[in-house]
């Protein structure tokens, strides 16, 4: 490879750790603004419509747009979020529990982070969906559902992603509050984006729509 090519690149790359830098500072300022339960939801899905539009080559300008997003989604965006949320943190207050119970809870155990697994796969599409496509509110969980069951190579995929960024963040903390939510939204939406590609376009090759 030359060195331009390389510098471009180079240069590419830091310019999308910067932009998921910029994204996670957001989530988190405006995820405090809304007293973390009542921030959670917006935040996010103003996160993940950003990401989607700065993935399909868009100029933004992050803060001013955030923020009209955040204002404009609050109500439906905590009502998508909020209920897996509040699933996620019991699933793992469980796992946790079961877990100092010992031997004698680990069929319980075992069958917490399966049902969390499942819950992070699905929760995994929901986002790039809500960003992408204009749907009834009720119609996200199921079509989320849906998507990671029919596609599991693709599910599998998205569970790696999410556990080398846990992984990470577990090992450097700071990352959490630097870049990790970023990286992660900015990953999830650039994937799903491509997996809706794949999507469309093989139901478009059987006459669907």
Known sequence: MSHPAMSIRLQAACSEVVWAA????????????GGVVL??????????????RHARGESIH??????RVYRREF????LLVLPLAVVATVLVGN?????????????WQVATLVALVALACVGSYLG???AHYDLPLPAYLPKASLLALTRPASSVLL?????????????APLLALLLSVGAWICLNTWLC????????????????R
Not at 75 to 78: G, P
Not at 95 to 107: D, E, N, Q, S, T
Not at 159 to 171: G, K, R, Y
Request: proline share 5%; net charge positive.
């Open 22 to 33: 910029r994204l996670n500072v957001l989530w988190i300022v405006f995820t405090l603004l």
């Open 39 to 52: 921030g959670l939801g917006p935040a996010t899905v103003a996160a993940y419509t950003l990401a989607r």
């Open 62 to 67: 992050a803060l001013p747009e955030f923020w």
């Open 75 to 78: 109500v439906r965006a905590s």
């Open 95 to 107: 796992l946790l529990y079961f877990a100092a119970l010992g031997p004698g809870a680990r069929a």
């Open 128 to 130: 790039p969906l809500y």
């Open 159 to 171: 569970l790696f992603v999410l556990a080398a960024i846990v992984f990470a963040t577990v090992a």
């Open 193 to 208: 984006l491509r997996f809706f590609e794949e999507n469309e376009a093989r139901l478009h090759s059987k006459g669907n």
